[in-house]
């Protein structure tokens, strides 16, 4: 029979895929002998039953839920349903993953007109309405879609018209708003259950239900979550940090999430319950400052602190109530945490003999890298500035865009190709869609622990939280502090590193060297059995990539060499040459060009593989289009306007993915591929004699038949060996492979192994031919596909593992059947991917090669693919 609740008791941190995370780290903390609340979990498996079928609940599950009530009852010595010694619950989400505010909460269920009396008797008029109306709240919201600022506005309007606030309303006033909010529930066509067992039943329905609500379903495809997991549903026992001075709550990591130092780092608020810390409504007190209030709950937290993170060997996120100075646990998980916190502590960790190199790898997700190896503002313009507002350093990173006041409104300006800075009260899970797109988020209240800071923690976004000296005006659209008054669309640059806010756009620089990171990617370096090369053909980028650590170039594209000013007019003039003798002329300006450029690519990589790919794109692409341009080269190359554009219009393909380009422009005009071919051996040959040895990689693009490339081999062997005999030179060693980026090529890949020394797939064009549409699809129907889950995602960022895949996988296999010990590489955009890494890792890839701002992240992630293939 299945098993669908577990008491905390029952449960540990393995059994996280039922219980959720949140269920699973309060099993493990109960059986840790941890001060936690009495409680029990539905499982993640309840959930999706109930999803596909509502009448479960009814059939099944409400038996179980019962039971596990009075088994909670007789531990607590409380009762659910009477008025003596009241057992009042939370009802939680708690999915597998981490999904900080996106699904529902709902605090202090049990109570009705009838036990907050008792509850009034029990403790204090103040108290216990202040529960109870945080219940109708949260229940009209949560359960019933009531938007909270209307209980918000309700109270507001009685405070004023009793001039004095809540907290000492007489009895009569207290029932006079209770009243108030459920008539709002009548409004809404609602009546709020006044018997325990009806409110947990729709609150449980409502937590699963908020599975599917629209910001978990975002939050879900950012963090590629799958939908198919659900959530658990945590029922715990309610301990009140509203219960006075003496009572508190609090959010805590163990570490510094935004830094990774090792102190405590996290904040507290007296007097209040958990959603007010992570709301950002109330600003809380540094958590160090409970050592002076409450001395005794301080050092005990401190211990368990310590001995969670020890435990769990990773920074903690800690959840804690304080109820009249005793301290309890409610929830901890593995923090989220910036990219340089995350690289920090786990470095440290292993310093500290916690982790292996080996664990503290796979702690850090190969995307968080990204962050490490952006612009931060110019130090010296940071020295000229004078901050407009300063707020809390909640995530750092520098940022610049436009001021927009609603995540539509950031949503809809990122739509149209603009830089968006999200500024708000506070932000809510509701804001999901236009934090995602924003440059950075600025909140006047709020946190180091609040909805904002948490959340773009977890996206790496640059977050500024608190910015109290910010007067916001949402519907006006203006942000006032300092008698400076902005509207929507100014411009505001964000320093997450400092909290400080500018006017204006400030200039940026890549971040100096991180130490930790060397040191992080050296182990990755020690672990990893795919190399990572990059796509670079540039000075720049080619050192850029071997600062990132590249072991080579696996794709130096010649074209992109000959769209200088000089160069692309004798290219236009090879392109549209009347006879042989113009097309000399032309032929020979490009060989200097490119035997420059060869030279000094080869000075600069030195014994590093580099593979060059001769000229790939059809000839239309080099030629203008604009009438003022195609009559200012006719002027140049003295040819009449109309017979230049009529030869242009010749020339131009109608569709250039599958037109006259690649391999078989070098079967039409062989005399190109001749021209750098030449240049490529005669700049290694310049090299060799300066006493650098080079080992030239040449790859002939787009071949479909076996005849091309020994068609194609053969003209550029006898090239080299003539420009060898030419200089009178003893040859070396080069090698001749081929760009597989076309199913045929991987459907015969052991015959053309038979003629090519290396391959390299063509993942961008192997994925265009497959699927028959280009990238310029995107926009067009890829995101709507996207949108109905008729595909999980883009396949020119992930690779098509069930198609595109399976062609790379087949080829690999006949050609290693062919040439065992051939060299076999990916070039494509998801060479750099780290999702898709560790395909390659299992179909026995030699190595991948991506652009230089992704080498460092690929670096990781073939790492943890190595170590993800190894027996445990």
């Not at 997700?365 to 313009?381: C, N, S, V």
């Not at 310029?776 to 949108?787: A, P, T």
């Amino acid at each position: 029979m299945v098993k669908w609740i577990y008491d905390f008791n029952e449960g540990r941190s393995k059994d996280k895929a039922l219980l959720g995370g949140k269920g699973a780290n309060l099993a493990e903390m109960t059986h840790l002998g941890l001060p936690v609340p009495s409680g029990f979990t539905l499982t993640t498996e309840s959930c999706m039953r109930y999803l596909k079928n509502v009448a479960f609940f009814d059939q099944q599950l409400i038996t179980e839920i019962q039971t596990a009530i009075e088994r909670l009852e007789v531990k607590t010595n409380k009762s659910f349903t009477n008025d003596d010694e009241l057992l009042l619950v939370s009802v939680r989400s708690g999915a597998v993953f981490s999904m900080p505010g996106m699904m529902d909460t709902i605090l202090n269920l049990g109570l009705n007109d009838s036990r907050v009396h008792a509850l009034a008797e029990q403790t204090s008029l103040a108290f216990a309405y202040d529960c109870y109306r945080r219940l109708l709240q949260m229940f009209g919201d949560v359960v019933y879609g009531i938007p909270k600022e209307k209980f918000n506005l309700l109270l507001t309007k009685a405070e004023k018209e009793n001039n004095k606030t809540v907290n000492v309303f007489n009895e009569q006033q207290q029932l006079a708003l209770i009243k108030n909010y459920k008539e709002l529930f009548i409004k809404h066509n609602k009546v709020f259950p006044q018997h325990p067992m009806d409110q947990l039943k729709e609150a449980i329905q409502a937590v699963f239900h908020s599975w599917n609500n629209p910001r978990a379903n975002v939050y879900r495809e950012l963090h590629g979550i799958s939908h198919h997991l659900g959530t658990a549903v945590n029922v715990q026992e309610m301990v009140f940090g509203n219960s006075g001075n003496e009572s508190g709550t609090g959010v805590v990591f163990t570490r510094n999430p935004a830094t990774g130092d090792n102190q405590l780092f996290g904040e507290f608020l007296l007097d209040a319950q958990g959603e007010d810390v992570v709301a950002g409504i109330r600003t809380p007190q540094p958590i160090q400052e409970l050592s002076e209030r409450l001395p005794n709950v301080y050092q005990d937290f401190l211990h368990y602190a310590q001995m969670l993170e020890l435990h769990y060997k990773d920074m903690q996120d800690i959840e804690f109530t304080v109820e009249q100075g005793k301290l309890f646990i409610l929830q901890t998980r593995n923090g989220k945490r910036t990219a340089k916190a995350a690289l920090k502590i786990a470095t440290d960790l292993v310093n500290e003999n916690v982790l292996s190199k080996e664990e503290a790898l796979m702690r850090v997700e190969a995307e968080m890298i990204d962050q490490l190896i952006h612009p931060i503002f110019k130090p010296e313009a940071l020295e000229q500035a004078t901050p407009f507002a300063q707020g809390l350093p909640a995530s750092p990173r520098a940022a610049t865009g436009e001021i927009v006041f609603t995540a539509e409104k950031a949503k809809e300006r990122y739509e149209q190709g603009n830089k968006v800075i999200l500024v708000r009260h506070e932000t809510s899970p509701e804001d999901i869609e236009g934090m995602i797109v924003s440059e950075a988020i600025v909140t006047s209240r709020g946190g180091m622990t609040s909805h904002a800071a948490v959340v773009a923690r977890g996206m790496g976004t640059c977050c500024v939280t608190g910015t109290e000296t910010l007067t916001i005006d949402e519907e006006a659209k203006t942000v006032t502090t300092n008698d400076i008054r902005l509207k929507e669309g100014d411009i505001l640059s964000v320093n997450g590193n400092t909290g400080e806010i500018y006017l204006g756009e400030l200039p940026t620089v890549i971040a100096e060297n991180n130490q930790d990171l060397t040191l992080f990617l050296s182990w990755a370096d020690e672990l990893a059995d795919l190399e990572v090369r990059a796509n670079a053909e540039t000075l720049t980028d080619l050192t850029t990539a071997l600062d990132f650590g590249a072991t080579g170039i696996g794709l130096a594209r010649t074209e992109h060499m000959f769209f200088g000013e000089d160069r692309i007019l004798e290219m236009r003039r090879l392109i549209l040459a009347e006879d042989h003798r113009e097309m000399e002329t032309a032929l020979t300006k490009l060989l200097a060009f490119q035997e420059n450029d060869f030279y000094q690519m080869f000075q600069t990589i030195r014994d590093k593989p580099m593979v060059i790919r001769l000229l790939d794109p059809p000839m239309h692409e080099f030629l203008p289009h604009e009438a003022p341009d195609i009559a200012n080269l006719a002027d140049k190359l003295n040819r009449s306007v109309n017979e230049l554009t009529a030869k242009i219009e010749y020339l131009k393909e109608t569709n250039p993915m599958l037109g006259h380009r690649g391999c078989r422009l070098g079967i039409t005009t062989p005399e190109i591929y001749q021209m750098q071919v030449k240049a490529i051996i005669q700049s290694a040959i310049r090299l060799v004699q300066e006493g650098i040895p080079v080992v030239p990689e040449i790859m002939i693009p787009l071949i479909a038949e076996k005849e091309e490339l020994m068609h194609l081999k053969v003209l550029l062997i006898e090239t080299i060996e003539a420009t060898f005999n030419a200089q009178n030179i003893v040859p070396f060693s080069y090698e001749i492979g081929t760009m597989i980026e076309l199913p045929r090529a991987c459907l015969i890949a052991d015959q053309l192994a038979e003629q090519a020394d290396f391959f390299s797939f063509g993942t961008n064009d192997l994925t265009q031919m497959t699927y028959g549409f280009s990238r310029d699809d995107i926009g067009k129907f890829i995101n709507r596909y996207q949108e109905k889950a008729i595909m999980t995602h883009d396949p020119f960022q992930h690779l098509d593992q069930q198609g595109v895949g399976q062609l790379i996988k087949l080829a690999v296999s006949n050609a290693r059947r062919t040439k065992p010990t051939m060299t076999i590489g990916i070039c494509g955009e998801v060479g750099g991917d780290p999702q898709s890494i560790p395909f390659f890792q299992a179909i026995g890839i030699d190595y991948v090669s991506c652009s230089p701002y992704r080498i460092p992240a690929a670096r990781l992630a073939v790492a943890q693919a190595a170590i993800r293939s190894r027996p445990s």
